[in-house]
């Protein structure tokens, strides 16, 4: 029997120990007081303090209880408000079953064995609920403005010349996303389109999605060749992105007015080319993606874009989204897509492009962000 006791003794010993691990007194003091005052201030910082002095102490308190109950959960899901609410109506139905009277020779409520502990874990639960909304309302307030900052670099509206014609559309996953695209008028008349996609999603892959499409903007300004460029690009992904992270990336320089495009293809989805006689060619080759290896070396390749043909470039989440039984968009799907709305603008066929994807995904989660960007040459009138 003793044996057995100093077993359970040593293993609720170690189970404590690892549970606590790393534990430090400053870690609980802060969480009953900053954390708590910063999660306080979250929720009441939209109060008005003048209003709430101008009432009646007793009144003050209820008024700013009320306040503040309203301003939790109305940040809550319309569902998972709903589950908090019926949490708390079913804890305060067994509280009131547990209610032994009044005792004593004053009116002093009593109540079961044990009342008093599950009040009190109920109260640390609802705090700790508190903490962790407040923590996520906070992050996502700044995911938000990471998002606006993220959306400010990409092009804000259609590219729209004589001859040529561009519009992209983008769908993080998450707040923010690793997919981009641009498009870049040369001095010379020519027009740079590009789509990449940094491998993951959410923020790590914004934050190395801003780092490229600045690196790229830079040294297309250095006036390099497709190929070198590629080059230049893959060794400053190397040495700045870290190792588990790559970047699969397309991009063409079109020359409006004959057509001629001469893109690279570093291990991205290929480009799809719709022809006049709606035929579709696809865009691959060029080399690996960028920051796998340093010393990669890139081929560029060359095609015509004819009057009337439009150059669809896009993200694998396009392709790879998934409906609820399991099967993908593929790209058969947007091929079919593409044919059918050949003559579309690019502005109407990147839209419905993302319609189509996200009607087929239905109400499941998509996986990854959906980017798409439309090149058309408009036909000779």
Not at 26 to 44: K, P
Not at 125 to 146: G, H, P, Q, Y
Not at 189 to 199: E, M, N, P
Request: charged share 25%.
């Amino acid at each position: 029997m003793r044996a057995r006791k100093r077993r359970l003794t040593d293993n609720a010993r170690a189970f404590l120990d690892a549970y606590t691990n790393g534990l430090k007194r400053e870690d609980v003091q802060r969480l009953f007081t900053r954390d708590t005052r910063e999660a306080y201030r979250f929720f009441a910082r939209h109060f008005d303090e003048k209003e709430l002095a101008a009432l009646p102490r007793r009144k003050r308190w209820r008024a700013r209880a009320r306040l503040f109950f309203w301003a939790f959960t109305l940040r809550l899901s319309p569902a998972r408000r709903l589950l908090y609410g019926v949490a708390l109506v079913l804890c305060l139905i067994g509280f009131l079953e547990l209610f032994r009277g009044f005792g004593g020779s004053f009116p002093i409520p009593t109540w079961a064995q044990g009342s008093g502990k599950l009040f009190l874990g109920v109260l640390a639960l609802n705090l700790l609920v508190l903490l962790e909304v407040a923590d996520r309302l906070s992050l996502k307030n700044d995911l938000e403005i990471a998002r606006e900052i993220q959306y400010a670099m990409l092009p804000q509206a259609a590219y729209d010349s004589p001859v040529l014609e561009a519009f992209g559309l983008t769908r993080p996953a998450n707040t923010v996303g690793g997919d981009f695209y641009d498009v870049l008028p040369l001095p010379d008349g020519r027009v740079i389109v590009t789509l990449g996609d940094v491998a993951g999603k959410g923020s790590p892959a914004a934050l190395l999605m801003a780092l490229l499409l600045a690196m790229f903007r830079t040294l297309v300004d250095e006036g390099l060749e497709a190929a070198a460029l590629a080059e230049r690009l893959n060794v400053q992904v190397s040495r700045h992105a870290p190792a588990s992270r790559f970047i699969t990336l397309f991009f063409a320089t079109c020359d409006p007015a004959t057509g001629r495009t001469v893109y690279v293809n570093a291990g991205h989805m290929p480009g799809l080319l719709c022809r006049r006689d709606g035929t579709i060619e696809r865009l691959s080759g060029g080399g690996i993606a960028l920051g796998m290896f340093d010393r990669s070396k890139y081929e560029a390749h060359e095609t015509v874009i004819e009057p009337g043909e439009t150059l669809v470039l896009y993200s694998d989440g396009v392709t790879e989204a998934e409906n609820h039984k399991g099967v993908a968009f593929e790209e058969s799907g947007l091929e079919r897509v593409i044919t059918a709305r050949a003559q579309a603008s690019p502005r109407e066929l990147a839209a419905e492009i993302v319609r189509v994807v996200e009607a087929h995904a239905q109400e499941t989660y998509l996986a990854d962000d959906l980017t798409v960007l439309v090149v058309r040459r408009k036909a000779v009138s």
